[in-house]
């Protein structure tokens, strides 16, 4: 790290910039990280499992001013320049990266954008840092493996750490910083399984996930749901590596309703769910017991719901969620492939 900093150092009567962003998929989590053990470190309780979405991205591109041009770091998210808590979540990233690299004089102009709704239980969060952390490191210099880019994706965001990888992915709890690392389980051509997304709200969270995380401890359900998890994890692995949607569909469901069950009893109460959210929850299971349509829901810290299915039944699946009138719209994805650069420049 130290080499890279003086390296840095020695190119400071030029602008160093990213002339090939990268663009992360976000993800969606078949076993759910919720609550942390260290939140300085962004550590959680348990391990997690999660499917990189091929179709669900964000594009970042960062331009660290080594000529000492701005005075303060300059973000702009989808359009419209960051501030308030927002922008300091990305500018404590960015100090992050600045510390890694040896140098803390360079400000950085960043640009992102997401081709999908922020905030909103989509895990904008996960493909925003894993995308920034990607950008941020290689503008300034720093040669580092997926590993360690993913220990330091979750510093900004935790579930940023497995979209690091694409495919399906499993983020280990581990000890420290250096532990606490997602790594593949199998690439994104493992399993064409499709992640139908029944959106029901695009309008920002009131509450963020990173505050939320922070009252898992309060509810008194907490540690039975962690207890769980780690019964579950094998079950899960073992039905991603058969390719079994009959096996893995209750087991994401199971947890799902756990997390949120932690949620809603928290102090204070997290309610992410809305009336759209039960009615396509009820339409799933009466798809499924009725009429055997193998389709199975989670949800993640927001109202929407992400619908899990094989691609022969997908068409299908999108036909009935248009007679239900809380879906304002649907989002389909496959799995995806790691962070990787594009030709796509943002400015």
């Not at 348990?46 to 970042?60: F, R």
Request: glycine share 8%; aromatic share 6%.
């Amino acid at each position: 790290m130290g080499r890279a900093g003086e390296r840095i150092g020695l190119c400071n009567v030029q602008r160093r910039r990213l002339s090939r962003p990268p663009r992360a998929g976000s993800n969606i989590a078949f076993i759910k990280y919720w609550g942390v053990a260290d939140p300085r470190l962004n550590i959680p309780l348990n391990n997690s499992i999660s499917m990189t979405l091929g179709a669900l991205h964000t594009t970042t591109t960062v331009e660290w001013d080594v000529a000492g041009r701005l005075s303060a770091d300059e973000i702009t998210i989808d359009g419209e320049r960051a501030a308030g808590p927002k922008a300091e979540r990305v500018i404590c990233h960015l100090d992050l990266i600045r510390h890694l690299a040896g140098d803390r004089r360079f400000r950085a102009c960043v640009v992102s954008r997401n081709n999908f709704p922020m905030a909103s239980g989509i895990a904008s969060s996960a493909s925003a840092f894993a995308a920034l952390t990607v950008a941020a490191c290689t503008a300034i210099g720093l040669s580092l493996d997926r590993t360690r880019l993913s220990a330091i994706a979750r510093r900004g965001s935790g579930s940023a750490s497995r979209s690091i990888f694409g495919g399906y992915v499993e983020w280990e709890r581990g000890n420290d910083d250096a532990t606490s690392v997602a790594r593949q389980l199998f690439p994104a051509e493992h399993w064409a399984l499709r992640d139908v997304v029944a959106v029901i709200s695009t309008a920002e969270k009131a509450v963020s996930s990173q505050n939320g995380h922070a009252l898992a401890l309060t509810s008194p359900f907490n540690a039975a749901r962690v207890d769980a998890v780690y019964t579950m994890l094998q079950e899960v692995r073992n039905a991603i590596a058969l390719r079994e949607l009959e096996r893995l569909g209750p087991l994401i469901e199971q947890d799902a309703l756990a997390m949120h069950a932690v949620m809603m009893t928290s102090r204070p109460s997290l309610l992410y769910w809305q009336p759209g959210t039960l009615e396509v929850l009820h339409a799933v299971r009466r798809w499924r017991e009725e009429d055997g349509l193998p389709v199975y829901f989670t949800i993640d810290a927001g109202p929407n719901v992400h619908l899990l299915c094989e691609p022969a039944f997908e068409r299908e699946l999108l036909r009935r969620l248009q007679t239900l009138s809380s879906v304002r719209t649907v989002i389909t994805s496959g799995p995806g492939g790691d962070a990787e650069v594009i030709d796509q420049h943002l400015f």
